[in-house]
């Protein structure tokens, strides 16, 4: 079970240090990272089509809770954000229910998990 500190520090450093390293990113994958207040939380990683092998030019790592089919974000007491990613040669912005502590610092999240 993650805390909000966990969930938070997460969010704010998985994809620099993604980017740091070539083996990280190569290794890295969407999928459950675990429990947070009861739901699962997942990490989705949002790439462009444009890149030298294995690296794309941009690429944007989402935190946020994977919904059961028929929930809607505020009955689970998350928060409904609004993230640019990575689409193709282009981008486009996609819908994300994350948990409270990432909203409540969002703007330093979303620029973390998906610079411009």
């Avoid at 282009?90 to 999240?109: D, G, I, M, T």
Wanted: hydrophobic share 40%.
């Amino acid at each position: 079970m993650w805390s909000d500190t966990e969930v938070l520090d997460y969010a704010l450093v998985s994809r620099e240090q993604a980017a740091g390293s070539r083996a990280s990113f190569e290794t890295l994958h969407s999928g459950a990272l675990g429990r947070h207040n009861g739901l699962i939380l997942v990490q989705t990683i949002w790439q462009d089509d444009v890149g030298g092998g294995p690296w794309p030019y941009h690429f944007a790592l989402v935190v946020h809770y994977k919904l059961a089919k028929g929930s809607d974000c505020a009955s689970v007491a998350g928060v409904s954000r609004s993230l640019r990613v990575p689409n193709g040669i282009s981008s486009a912005v996609k819908q994300f229910c994350v948990p409270r502590v990432l909203a409540e610092h969002w703007p330093e999240v979303a620029r973390k998990m998906a610079p411009e």
